[in-house]
C-alpha cells in the first residue's frame, strides 16, 4: 500500500500562530536582464534559404575584411557579402559551382585572398575569394571524403593541412601542389574535426570518431605530441585565442582542456541533450576589446554562449531546427547558423538607432531621448497574467514554501482508488508478494469487498488465490487471516473447485498442507508435554 507523504513544517513564533505568508522575489533578479544577456538579445534574427534542401554542413568567415562568409551546402561553395552590407547577399561569382560530389569545410587564408575547400571525392582545391575563376590549386593526396581543411591562421600563407574519412592527415605546401607531411593512420576512424594553433602555424590539432583528439607538431614527424580521450566521437574541435587551452565537441558534452598542462582536463559543459555539432569563439562588446566566448552549436536547436573564464553558461538561443554548424563575424554584429534542411539563420546586431526605435525613443541632432513604452496592466484576461513570477527567484529573506512530494500508485493502489476490487485482488496476486497481498486484503476487509471480490473470480483468478494460501496460510504471521479466508474460498466456491482439475489439484494441495500443519502442531505439543514436567522439577 502506498503510503502517505509527510506534510511540510513551517516553524511559526507560537503553537497557535500560523506561518507568516511568502513574500513575492524582487523583480529584476533574472539573469536573462544582465548586460550580456542584452548584447545577446540585440541581434535581429532573419532566415536565409539556400536554395537546396540539404544540410549546411559549415560556415567560415573571413578574417580580413570585408568579412564575406563561405558556406558549404551539398555541391556548391556559396559566399556571401561581408558583415557591413545591410544583409548577407549572395555575391556575384557565388556559388563555387567547381566540384562534382559534395563540398566541404570551407576555409579563409589569413589575409582573406583565397579560399580552399574539401570534396567527397578526397580533392581539395583553392580557389580566388575575389574573382570567379577555376580553382588554383588542386591537391591530391585522400582517397576518400575530406571533412576538415583549414589553413593556419598566423602569418603563414603557402601552407594548409586536410583531414579525411581514409584517416589520414596531410600538411601541404599549396604553391607546389605536394604534401610535406603525410600520415596515413593519423587515427582509427573517420578524422571529422580540426584547428590550427593561434601562436604557432606548425602546431595543428584533429579530432577523430575513435574518441580520440591528437595534438600534431608538423616539424616532428615520428607522430603526434598529445593525445586526449574525448570519451565520444569527436564531432569538432577549436583552440581557445590564448592558444593554451582547447575545446573539443562530442555527444552532448564539451570539454576544456589545458594542452600545456599536458592534457588535463579543466571542465566539462554538459548543457545540450543531443550531439554538439559545431563551435566558434565570439566576443561581447567591441570585436577588438570585448571580452572573448565559445558559441557551441547541437542538434536540439540551442546556440549556447559560454564563458570560459567564470565557466558558466551566460546565454542560450532556441532555433526551429537541427544546428550542424555556427560562425561569429570578426567585426562581432553578425551571427549565423546553418540547420540539416539547407535554411541558414542570421542574427546581425541592431544598431543604437534600431534599439531606441524599438524602445520608443527619439533621435535628435545624434542623441538618443529615450521614450520608453508604458508598461500595460497586466489583467486576468491576459494568458501572462497567470504566470507572472515564475521565472523569478527568491531572496534571501523569502520563505520557500516547498510543494507536497508527489506519491508514485502502485497498479493494485490505483485500481482501489478506482474501486476495482476484484481487479486490484487479481492484481496482486499476480505479483507474489505476501505482505502487499495481505494487505489488499485487509482494505478489502475493510471495505466489506473481499468476499465478493473472491465471489466474481474466474477460474484463472481463484487458481491465483487457492495458490497463494497454499503457500502462506501456514505462515504464522499471516496464519490467523489467511487460515478463516480458506475455509470462506472453499465453502463459497465448492461448486466450481469440484467442476475444475486444476482448481481440484489446489485445493487437494491446501488439504495436504492443512494436515502436515495439523501433525507438526501435534508433535509440538507431545514435546511441549514432556517438556514441561522436566522444566517444573528443574525449578525446584
Given at each position: 500500500?502506498?503510503?502517505?507523504?509527510?506534510?511540510?513544517?513551517?516553524?511559526?513564533?507560537?503553537?497557535?500562530?500560523?506561518?507568516?505568508?511568502?513574500?513575492?522575489?524582487?523583480?529584476?533578479?533574472?539573469?536573462?536582464?544582465?548586460?550580456?544577456?542584452?548584447?545577446?538579445?540585440?541581434?535581429?534574427?532573419?532566415?536565409?534559404?539556400?536554395?537546396?534542401?540539404?544540410?549546411?554542413?559549415?560556415?567560415?568567415?573571413?578574417?580580413?575584411?570585408?568579412?564575406?562568409?563561405?558556406?558549404?551546402?551539398?555541391?556548391?561553395?556559396?559566399?556571401?557579402?561581408?558583415?557591413?552590407?545591410?544583409?548577407?547577399?549572395?555575391?556575384?561569382?557565388?556559388?563555387?559551382?567547381?566540384?562534382?560530389?559534395?563540398?566541404?569545410?570551407?576555409?579563409?587564408?589569413?589575409?582573406?585572398?583565397?579560399?580552399?575547400?574539401?570534396?567527397?571525392?578526397?580533392?581539395?582545391?583553392?580557389?580566388?575569394?575575389?574573382?570567379?575563376?577555376?580553382?588554383?590549386?588542386?591537391?591530391?593526396?585522400?582517397?576518400?571524403?575530406?571533412?576538415?581543411?583549414?589553413?593556419?591562421?598566423?602569418?603563414?600563407?603557402?601552407?594548409?593541412?586536410?583531414?579525411?574519412?581514409?584517416?589520414?592527415?596531410?600538411?601541404?605546401?599549396?604553391?607546389?601542389?605536394?604534401?610535406?607531411?603525410?600520415?596515413?593512420?593519423?587515427?582509427?576512424?573517420?578524422?571529422?574535426?580540426?584547428?590550427?594553433?593561434?601562436?604557432?602555424?606548425?602546431?595543428?590539432?584533429?579530432?577523430?570518431?575513435?574518441?580520440?583528439?591528437?595534438?600534431?607538431?608538423?616539424?616532428a614527424t615520428g607522430g603526434s605530441v598529445?593525445?586526449?580521450?574525448?570519451?565520444?566521437?569527436?564531432?569538432?574541435?577549436?583552440?581557445?585565442?590564448?592558444?593554451?587551452?582547447?575545446?573539443?565537441?562530442?555527444?552532448?558534452?564539451?570539454?576544456?582542456?589545458d594542452v600545456i598542462g599536458g592534457g588535463?582536463?579543466?571542465?566539462?559543459?554538459?548543457?545540450?541533450?543531443?550531439?554538439?555539432?559545431?563551435?566558434?569563439?565570439?566576443?561581447?562588446?567591441?570585436?577588438?576589446?570585448?571580452?572573448?566566448?565559445?558559441?557551441?552549436?547541437?542538434?536540439?536547436?540551442?546556440?549556447?554562449?559560454?564563458?570560459?573564464?567564470?565557466?558558466?553558461?551566460?546565454?542560450?538561443?532556441?532555433?526551429?531546427?537541427?544546428?550542424?554548424?555556427?560562425?561569429?563575424?570578426?567585426?562581432?554584429?553578425?551571427?549565423?547558423?546553418?540547420?540539416?534542411?539547407?535554411?541558414?539563420?542570421?542574427?546581425?546586431?541592431?544598431?543604437?538607432?534600431?534599439?531606441?526605435?524599438?524602445?520608443?525613443?527619439?533621435?535628435?541632432?545624434?542623441?538618443?531621448?529615450?521614450?520608453?513604452?508604458?508598461?500595460?496592466?497586466?489583467?486576468?484576461?491576459?494568458?501572462?497574467?497567470?504566470?507572472?513570477?515564475?521565472?523569478?527567484?527568491?531572496?534571501?529573506?523569502?520563505?520557500?514554501?516547498?510543494?507536497?512530494?508527489?506519491?508514485?500508485?502502485?497498479?493494485?493502489?490505483?485500481?482501489?482508488?478506482?474501486?476495482?476490487?476484484?481487479?486490484?485482488?487479481?492484481?496482486?496476486?499476480?505479483?507474489?508478494?505476501?505482505?502487499?497481498?495481505?494487505?489488499?486484503?485487509?482494505?478489502?476487509?475493510?471495505?466489506?469487498?473481499?468476499?465478493?471480490?473472491?465471489?466474481?473470480?474466474?477460474?484463472?483468478?481463484?487458481?491465483?488465490?487457492?495458490?497463494?494460501?497454499?503457500?502462506?496460510?501456514t505462515l504464522p504471521r499471516y496464519a490467523?487471516?489467511?487460515?478463516?479466508?480458506?475455509?470462506?474460498?472453499?465453502?463459497?466456491?465448492?461448486?466450481?473447485?469440484?467442476?475444475?482439475?486444476?482448481?481440484?489439484?489446489?485445493?487437494?494441495?491446501?488439504?495436504?498442507?492443512?494436515?502436515?500443519?495439523?501433525?507438526?502442531?501435534?508433535?509440538?505439543?507431545?514435546?511441549?508435554?514432556?517438556?514441561?514436567?522436566?522444566?517444573?522439577?528443574?525449578?525446584?
Open positions: 500500500m502506498a503510503e502517505t507523504a509527510a506534510r511540510p513544517f513551517f516553524p511559526a513564533e507560537s503553537a497557535h500562530e500560523p506561518p507568516p505568508p511568502a513574500r513575492r522575489a524582487r523583480h529584476g533578479t533574472c539573469p536573462s536582464t544582465t548586460p550580456e544577456s542584452r548584447f545577446w538579445r540585440s541581434f535581429r534574427n532573419s532566415q536565409l534559404c539556400s536554395g537546396l534542401i540539404h544540410p549546411v554542413t559549415h560556415l567560415d568567415f573571413s578574417p580580413a575584411p570585408p568579412h564575406d562568409l563561405a558556406v558549404s551546402v551539398s555541391t556548391n561553395l556559396s559566399l556571401y557579402a561581408g558583415a557591413h552590407s545591410p544583409d548577407l547577399s549572395p555575391k556575384a561569382f557565388s556559388p563555387i559551382r567547381h566540384f562534382d560530389d559534395v563540398a566541404y569545410s570551407p576555409s579563409f587564408r589569413c589575409d582573406g585572398s583565397l579560399l580552399a575547400a574539401g570534396s567527397h571525392s578526397g580533392l581539395v582545391q583553392v580557389f580566388d575569394a575575389h574573382r570567379a575563376r577555376p580553382p588554383l590549386r588542386r591537391l591530391r593526396g585522400h582517397s576518400r571524403p575530406v571533412r576538415v581543411v583549414r589553413y593556419p591562421r598566423a602569418a603563414e600563407k603557402t601552407h594548409l593541412f586536410s583531414g579525411g574519412d581514409d584517416a589520414v592527415l596531410n600538411y601541404w605546401d599549396v604553391v607546389t601542389e605536394t604534401s610535406l607531411l603525410s600520415i596515413p593512420a593519423a587515427h582509427k576512424d573517420y578524422i571529422r574535426a580540426g584547428a590550427a594553433s593561434p601562436v604557432s602555424p606548425e602546431v595543428v590539432v584533429t579530432g577523430s570518431y575513435d574518441h580520440l583528439v591528437r595534438l600534431w607538431d608538423v616539424r598529445a593525445a586526449f580521450n574525448h570519451g565520444d566521437p569527436v564531432e569538432c574541435v577549436l583552440f581557445l585565442p590564448s592558444g593554451g587551452l582547447l575545446a573539443t565537441a562530442g555527444g552532448n558534452v564539451v570539454k576544456i582542456w588535463r582536463i579543466i571542465h566539462r559543459i554538459d548543457c545540450h541533450n543531443k550531439t554538439v555539432t559545431s563551435l566558434c569563439l565570439g566576443r561581447v562588446g567591441k570585436a577588438d576589446g570585448g571580452e572573448s566566448r565559445l558559441l557551441t552549436a547541437s542538434l536540439d536547436g540551442y546556440v549556447k554562449v559560454f564563458d570560459y573564464a567564470s565557466f558558466k553558461i551566460t546565454h542560450s538561443t532556441r532555433y526551429p531546427s537541427m544546428l550542424l554548424s555556427v560562425a561569429f563575424s570578426p567585426m562581432g554584429n553578425v551571427l549565423v547558423a546553418g540547420t540539416s534542411n539547407g535554411v541558414i539563420y542570421i542574427g546581425k546586431k541592431k544598431t543604437k538607432k534600431e534599439e531606441t526605435q524599438d524602445m520608443g525613443g527619439d533621435v535628435d541632432d545624434g542623441f538618443i531621448v529615450e521614450k520608453r513604452r508604458e508598461k500595460r496592466a497586466l489583467r486576468p484576461t491576459n494568458f501572462r497574467y497567470f504566470q507572472r513570477g515564475q521565472s523569478d527567484k527568491p531572496s534571501a529573506t523569502d520563505i520557500v514554501v516547498q510543494q507536497r512530494a508527489r506519491v508514485k500508485l502502485a497498479e493494485h493502489d490505483k485500481l482501489l482508488k478506482k474501486f476495482e476490487h476484484r481487479e486490484a485482488l487479481v492484481c496482486v496476486l499476480e505479483k507474489k508478494n505476501p505482505n502487499t497481498v495481505v494487505a489488499v486484503m485487509q482494505e478489502l476487509v475493510a471495505r466489506r469487498k473481499l468476499l465478493a471480490a473472491v465471489k466474481t473470480l474466474d477460474d484463472e483468478g481463484l487458481g491465483l488465490l487457492l495458490s497463494f494460501l497454499h503457500r502462506n496460510a490467523r487471516f489467511l487460515m478463516g479466508l480458506a475455509t470462506k474460498v472453499l465453502q463459497m466456491r465448492e461448486e466450481d473447485i469440484r467442476s475444475s482439475a486444476e482448481l481440484m489439484t489446489h485445493a487437494r494441495n491446501l488439504k495436504r498442507m492443512v494436515a502436515e500443519e495439523i501433525q507438526i502442531q501435534r508433535t509440538l505439543q507431545e514435546i511441549q508435554g514432556m517438556i514441561s514436567p522436566l522444566l517444573r522439577m528443574a525449578g525446584r
